[in-house]
């Protein structure tokens, strides 16, 4: 009975990637990471310089010498840039590069942006942004779209999967199945919209399916009720969009990532950490959690009992597994 429980808080542990205070590894962070948590994103408030950065991601990596442990970071350009300073290019916000250049210069943003991050021991970038920039009301895309023509922004988005991977980051398409036209803020909200399957197919999901046939390493999730697809249930912790949708429709066969779960859109809508087990029996294979340890020990005990009861299958836990070592034997060093 130990030994079951011993690997079922493995397992459970190797859904998570996790966030920390500061500009190095904390004790509590170390302590997931040799327990098995597949990574450790990187923010602003864990940047000084390259020299100290790439130091942090080392012991990130050294946490747990016998198996790749991966370094995510959002990196995108413009206002969402998390290292900057000397050694890293002041990246313009995608619509620059939808509007002025396109393909081609998205292309060379990706590579650069690979060229980078990939020096410093950086295994995943949260690029590029996939959401048709639809409403000018969104508080929260906006810029960091590539263009208003689904079209436009799935050639650019192919582009710049295509530099980053080629320069040996995994990128990471987001936020699907759509955020591009919400008026809210999933950081702060939980955005509602309405549209059909058709519309989404039309606009929405016209940039995905272009990344997914250029071969994305992984695609993240949106925290938005699609009530025409799912009415209880963000998209996040929805069956009907990430295996119906993502898996089935479009045939995605990489890893999928939530958002951060910590974001208000499923903070204080849904009960923590149980919101995080019907996500990763949804579909996500890794589970972003960017800031409170006591909330990422939560969710691992909650996953771990999840997968003792059953509620969380073995086949489930199985095919999370396949697919981050898939992208783990790709692109983490």
């Not at 998205?106 to 959401?131: K, Y």
């Not at 987001?174 to 939980?190: A, E, I, Q």
């Not at 996500?279 to 960017?290: P, R, S």
């Not at 771990?304 to 070592?325: C, F, N, S, T």
């Amino acid at each position: 009975m130990t030994s079951r429980i011993a690997d079922a808080e493995r397992a459970a542990a190797s859904f998570l990637m996790i966030g920390f205070e500061g500009l190095s590894l904390t004790d509590g962070a170390r302590s997931l990471l040799c327990r098995g948590a597949f990574g450790a994103i990187l923010f602003a408030r864990n940047y000084a310089d390259r020299e100290q950065v790439a130091g942090l991601c080392a012991a990130i990596k050294a946490a747990d010498p016998a198996r790749p442990v991966a370094v995510a970071v959002d990196q995108e350009g413009g206002r969402v840039l998390r290292f900057r300073g000397p050694g890293f290019t002041d990246v313009p916000a995608m619509r620059d590069v939808g509007l002025h250049g396109g393909p081609d210069r998205a292309r060379t943003v990706g590579a650069l942006l690979a060229s980078e991050l990939r020096p410093l021991g950086i295994d995943i970038d949260f690029a590029p942004v996939l959401d048709v920039d639809s409403n000018p009301a969104n508080p929260v895309i906006g810029e960091r779209s590539f263009h208003r023509a689904p079209e436009r922004v799935a050639a650019c988005g192919v582009a710049l999967v295509e530099g980053l991977q080629s320069g040996g980051v995994a990128a990471c398409g987001k936020h699907f199945p759509g955020h591009g036209d919400t008026d809210l803020d999933s950081h702060h909200h939980l955005p509602r919209l309405g549209h059909d399957l058709a519309r989404l197919r039309a606009i929405e999901l016209v940039p995905v399916r272009a990344a997914i046939a250029a071969g994305v390493a992984a695609i993240m999730s949106s925290h938005i009720l699609f009530p025409a697809l799912d009415a209880s249930r963000p998209a996040t912790m929805s069956p009907a969009v990430l295996d119906g949708i993502l898996r089935k429709e479009l045939g995605f066969g990489g890893v999928v990532f939530s958002d951060d779960l910590e974001m208000k859109a499923i903070a204080e809508h849904y009960a923590m950490p149980e919101a995080a087990v019907d996500a990763a029996a949804a579909g996500c294979d890794v589970l972003l959690v960017c800031h409170t340890e006591s909330l990422q020990e939560a969710i691992l005990a909650a996953l771990a009992k999840a997968i003792i009861d059953g509620r969380l299958p073995v086949a489930r836990v199985a095919e999370a597994e396949a697919r981050r070592q898939a992208l783990a034997a790709r692109f983490v060093r």
